[in-house]
């Protein structure tokens, strides 16, 4: 028989309808297979990444009223100050009204893709936009982050704070996932995916003490999926690298991350 003359749904299924933020995700998805999308991938090590987390967490339990810093506060961070550094990655594809093609320029508007759960249980994606990501000292970016997380939890989030991102931060790697090649959302010209932190698969049975003697450190897996009609692969190689190289603590990068209130933590 034809497939296609094949029920769609049985009489037992449960039907949902699918509203609000998550129909809007739906239609973006749908308009995302329209994106000529091409993807970079890049293994980074996160050893000082690692240990300047730690160090900022206790600086912080110390003196910060007990604030948690994590991986991705100071991933996305890093990727703020590489979009600003690189202002070509901020930019979108789209036509005038004759459908000319053009290329639009945007400001370090930071999406975050944050995973969210419904009482009875089921998950869907919200993506608030922390604006003007670049321009925030670490302090202020943090908070406006939780804040936005704290949001898309509870579905409190205005419509226009899901609204206006030029790039997309995703943490596929909290579930575990090593490697992500994410659908990029209209109206914007890359998405970044970090994957899990961790030792090589191959040494991930080795002991502390011999991942020390064989000089093995973390390494993080992470991804820039581009809109090829206006970012290329080059620009897309380049940024990565520029992620890596503020995680490995270029252009005081962590001093700029430990000062508070103008005065700075000594590392």
């Known amino acids: 028989r034809d497939l296609h003359s094949f029920p769609t749904r049985r009489s037992s299924d449960l039907v949902t309808p699918i509203r609000g933020p998550q129909a809007a995700l739906v239609e973006a998805m749908e308009r995302s297979r329209e994106i000529p999308t091409a993807t970079s991938i890049r293994t980074i090590p996160v ?3 690692d240990t300047r987390r730690r160090q900022l967490n206790v600086a912080l339990g110390r003196d910060g009223g007990g604030v948690k810093v994590s991986f991705t506060h100071l991933i996305g961070y890093a990727i703020a100050r590489a ?22 320029a945007s400001g370090a508007h930071l999406s975050l893709a944050v995973d969210t759960r419904r009482k009875d249980g089921s998950r869907f994606l919200v993506v608030p936009v922390l604006r003007d990501a670049d321009l925030r000292d670490f302090a202020g970016f943090r908070a406006e982050y939780e804040r936005l997380v704290e949001g ?23 579930l575990g996932t090593v490697a992500s090649v994410p659908r990029l959302m209209p109206g914007q010209g890359c998405i970044i ?8 698969a191959e040494y991930r049975g080795e002991s502390e ?22 970012i290329q692969g080059a ?29 700075s933590t000594r590392l």
Do not use: W
């Open 193 to 200: 995916a970090t994957g899990a932190i961790g030792h090589p």
């Open 152 to 174: 898309a939890r509870t579905g409190t989030l205005a419509p226009d704070e899901l609204q206006g991102g030029s790039v997309t931060l995703t943490n596929p790697g909290g």
């Open 209 to 230: 003490a011999r991942l020390r003697e064989l000089g093995v450190g973390k390494v993080m897996t992470i991804t820039s999926t581009y809109d090829h009609r206006v």
């Open 47 to 49: 050893g000082l990444l």
């Open 83 to 104: 979009a600003a550094a690189m202002p070509d990655m901020l930019v979108h594809f789209a036509r005038d009204p004759e459908g000319r093609p053009l290329r639009v």
């Open 235 to 263: 620009e897309s190689g380049e940024f990565l690298g520029r992620i890596e190289a503020l995680l490995g603590g270029a252009d005081r990068f962590y001093a700029d991350v430990f000062e508070r209130d103008r005065k």
